[in-house]
């Protein structure tokens, strides 16, 4: 089962309400994304936490649902 765009929105919007989302559908087939996270919480930590934080945000649907995710994540300027 694929998942779309907006529901992996939701779902980092919803462990990080401030972020700037964008999702680009890669392969037109719902398992291939790649992903734009600008939120204040990735300020002064890690990109490897960076995307940990995502990744948790997307509740185990890795690697099922959603097969990849192209991930770039930073902190506002």
Same mark, same amino acid.
């Given at each position: 089962?694929?998942?779309? *765009?907006?529901?992996?929105?939701?779902?980092? +919007?919803?462990?990080?309400?401030?972020? &700037?989302?964008? /999702?680009?559908?890669? #392969?037109?087939?719902?398992?291939?994304?790649? *992903?734009?996270?600008?939120?204040?919480?990735? +300020?002064?930590?890690?990109?490897?936490? &960076?995307?940990? /934080?995502?990744?948790? #945000?997307?509740?185990?649907?890795?690697?099922?649902?959603?097969?990849?995710?192209?991930?770039?994540?930073?902190?506002?300027?």
């Amino acid at each position: 089962m694929a998942m779309n *765009a907006a529901e992996i929105e939701a779902l980092i +919007k919803s462990a990080l309400p401030d972020a &700037q989302v964008t /999702i680009e559908d890669l #392969a037109g087939d719902g398992d291939h994304y790649a *992903a734009k996270v600008v939120s204040s919480a990735f +300020k002064g930590i890690s990109r490897v936490k &960076q995307h940990q /934080i995502v990744y948790a #945000a997307l509740q185990g649907r890795m690697g099922g649902q959603l097969h990849a995710l192209a991930l770039q994540t930073s902190a506002p300027d």
